[in-house]
């Protein structure tokens, strides 16, 4: 049978981060790697690792990677002997593991059969109560008539929840609340099953209304030999799309963890399972769980299995397919520590999670300088620095997976980690993700799959910031354009700061969601300082508040900002494109703080009783300079014109007086609150 033969060269049918993840283990067990792509991913990362890489078609995955024919194509081409499906894409499909068993190609993953047997949700069903899985209670019979299903709803009692048998992705679901509404109910679900499947056969179920999702990781291999490598909880989750995992589940007893692997066991022998498998459950808040689904391929979340049992899933999964005995038995494997994956996607959770795309200006991690352990710390993506995120595939990036001898300790480590996660150029979820991280009823345990839905108010909340946030963000605007302006040093020409002389800048700074609004949300904040020293001290002033504070550099993005003697490191930068670089990005293990910068005033103490400046209002062109230096004009008269946003506007004298000098020519490019002009008012 071709699923015992030994192959050296594996052809990964995938691409983005598990591509590059099945290649790493594949390369360390000395096998070649073949990428496959899509004109989108020419020159992807996957394809860069690859030892080899094969075209498929278009940048549509129905032209390219779902395309049974250009897969195998590819594998005879390169003389691969096996192919690994990762997650999605043609992973479950049976007609493309049968195609490969035609030619001779090792499939790694389950036998079509096993597949089959868990694409129908009630035929699974019906094989599940067969081997003794508990159920919800519920109806997956085949007779579909209106008057029984709603006696079997009543029976089961509301709420219940209608599922198309065919179903998937969520579609052909509803939840129904009492039974007035379920006919209704069952006619929409009809319908809407009826166009995504083809097939109207529904099945219903009790409505659990706080469950968690609980899954259990299998591997059986080709001998008959299977175990359970324990269980993810995967409860916090966004329309039925999970975004943060963790393993071990919170809270759960050594005999329920042994009676839900030994039920997930039992459901994958039921089906002649082979290789690596998924069982979900719903585990209710009595403790009583029931099998959902299961899913025949790795999961994304594989790794939080991986840190706390050791073991390589993926190296698992090869040596299956080569014919091996598992690696370990059921004795031999055990947990250590605590483990969370967080699921990086490309899109904007501020406008309802829209995808985002762009070109990646930067991605990094510095582990080195958030101090954390590499051992401990797993960044598992598919793109680097300078690559494009396009619309054409799923928006995930990459996952961050961290250990932790404990669950606080992971959890701690997670936000450090994503604190030191540096992406620029496309709009993540990062900040979201730091949100849910530090949420106190996440870190209470208190999860059920509708966490994020119960905790929106707190999770979308407009952010209320610190006097440390607003205090920090102003010197850093301060700071990054002092340093981006080195170079021809208008840091001295055009603000009104003087070298060696002492200077009062004021910051107006705001959240970048209300930057259009009028003044009411902004905080002004006063900065009063010298520039001898690039760490000398400034006395900022907030409100009532007075800080003393001082900005240090460090490497890189990394600053130290001291408040009142409160030393804090931070990675903060500029973000916005060209002279519109302002708004503030500081990072720090408790979260993320964006806020608009604009200075709106530049005051210079030694000369202000005789001179004034005028400043730009915002950013713009400068169109002409009305009058000579030094020529006597009256209070009023307009002395320069810029155009800003297509209109202009003009700068009036403003007193009598002459103006001292203009810090730009007519077509110079000004930035909001450059200072236009010197004025030097009569005595
Ligand atoms: P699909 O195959 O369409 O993704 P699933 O059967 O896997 O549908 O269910 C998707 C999600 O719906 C689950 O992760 C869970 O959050 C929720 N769900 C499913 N069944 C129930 C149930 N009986 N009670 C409460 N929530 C459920």
Redesign the pocket.
Same mark, same amino acid.
């Given at each position: 049978m071709s699923r015992s033969t030994p192959f050296d060269t594996l052809l990964v049918a995938n691409r983005g981060e598990i591509a590059c993840r099945v290649m790493r283990t594949a390369r360390a067990m000395g096998l070649r790697t073949v990428a496959v792509y899509s004109d989108a991913d020419a020159n992807a990362r996957h394809v860069r690792e690859a030892d080899e890489a094969i075209r498929l078609g278009p940048a549509a995955a129905r032209e390219s990677y779902l395309k049974v024919e250009a897969v195998v194509e590819a594998a005879k081409r390169s003389g691969a002997g096996a192919i690994h499906p990762g997650y999605g894409f043609l992973s479950e499909n049976g007609a493309f593991v049968e195609a490969l068993d035609a030619a001779g190609i090792v499939f790694v993953g389950p036998p079509a059969s096993a597949i089959a047997a868990m694409g129908d949700?009630s035929a699974a069903k019906a094989r599940m109560a067969n081997a003794g899985v508990p159920l +919800?209670p519920?109806y997956h019979g085949d007779d579909q008539d209106d008057a029984l299903l709603r006696a079997e709803a009543d029976k089961i009692g509301y709420p219940v &929840?209608l599922?198309?048998s065919a !179903?998937? !992705? !969520?579609? !052909? #679901?509803r +939840?129904v609340e009492s039974g007035e509404g379920f006919q209704a109910a069952l006619d929409g679900c009809r319908r809407e099953s009826q166009a995504a499947f083809g097939d109207q056969r529904m099945l219903i179920?009790?409505? &659990?209304?706080q469950?968690r999702?609980v899954e259990v990781q299998v591997f059986c291999d080709s001998h008959g030999a299977g175990v359970y490598l324990f269980e993810r909880d995967?409860s916090v989750?966004r329309r039925?799309q999970k975004v943060l995992e963790e393993a071990p589940a919170p809270g759960m007893s050594e005999g329920l963890r042994r009676e839900m692997g030994e039920a997930a066991v039992r459901a994958a022998k039921e089906i002649g399972y082979v290789g690596a498998g998924t069982v979900?459950f &719903?585990l209710d808040a009595d403790g009583s769980f029931?099998f #959902?689904?299961m899913n025949t391929r790795l999961q994304v979340e594989h790794p939080v299995t991986e840190m706390i049992t050791g073991q390589d899933l993926v190296e698992w999964q090869l040596r299956v397919a080569m014919g091996e005995e598992l690696p370990l038995a059921q004795n031999e494997l055990t947990i250590t520590g605590h483990s969370f994956e967080a699921r990086l996607y490309a899109e904007d959770p501020e406008q309802d999670f829209l995808p985002a795309t762009g070109t990646l200006t930067r991605f990094a991690m510095d582990l080195e300088g958030a101090e954390l352990d590499p051992a401990r710390v797993r960044l598992d993506s598919g793109v680097a620095t300078g690559d494009a995120v396009s619309m054409h595939y799923d928006p995930m990036l990459a996952k961050l997976i961290v250990h932790g001898n404990d669950r606080a300790q992971a959890l701690a480590t997670l936000n450090r980690a994503l604190a030191a996660l540096d992406v620029q150029g496309v709009v993540t979820n990062r900040a979201f993700l730091q949100r849910l991280a530090t949420h106190p009823a996440f870190q209470a345990c208190e999860l059920d799959?509708r966490f994020i839905e119960k905790n929106e108010a707190t999770l979308f909340a407009p952010k209320q910031y610190s006097t440390e946030e607003y205090a920090g963000a102003a010197l850093v605007g301060l700071h990054q354009l002092a340093r981006e302006c080195e170079s021809d040093s208008p840091w001295d020409r055009h603000d009104g700061f003087r070298l060696n002389a002492p200077h009062t800048i004021r910051i107006a700074l705001c959240d970048p969601a209300h930057a259009q609004d009028d003044d009411d949300s902004e905080a002004v904040v006063v900065v009063e300082g010298t520039r001898e020293r690039e760490d000398a001290a400034w006395h900022l002033t907030i409100g009532s508040e007075t800080l003393t504070a001082r900005l240090d550099s460090l490497e890189g993005d990394a600053v130290a900002i001291t408040l009142d003697g409160h030393r804090r490191r931070l990675q903060a930068r500029l973000v916005g494109e060209g002279s519109e670089r302002n708004v503030v990005v500081i990072v720090d293990p408790r979260g993320e703080t964006r806020l608009f910068w604009r200075r709106i005033d530049a005051i210079d103490h030694g000369r202000q009783e005789a001179e004034s400046t005028l400043t730009a209002p915002m950013h713009g062109t400068v169109v002409a300079l009305l009058v000579e230096p030094g020529a006597r004009v009256e209070k009023g008269m307009p002395l320069m014109v810029m155009e800003a946003m297509k209109m202009e506007h003009t700068m009036a004298a403003p007193a009598d007086g002459h103006v001292a000098s203009f810090h730009f020519q007519a077509g110079d490019t000004v930035g909001q609150g450059d200072v236009l002009l010197e004025f030097a008012a009569d005595d």
């Open positions: 949700k +919800v519920g &929840l599922k198309a !179903g998937g !992705g !969520g579609k !052909g #679901m +939840v179920e009790k409505y &659990l209304t469950p999702h995967c989750q039925h979900e &719903l029931y #959902m689904e799959t």
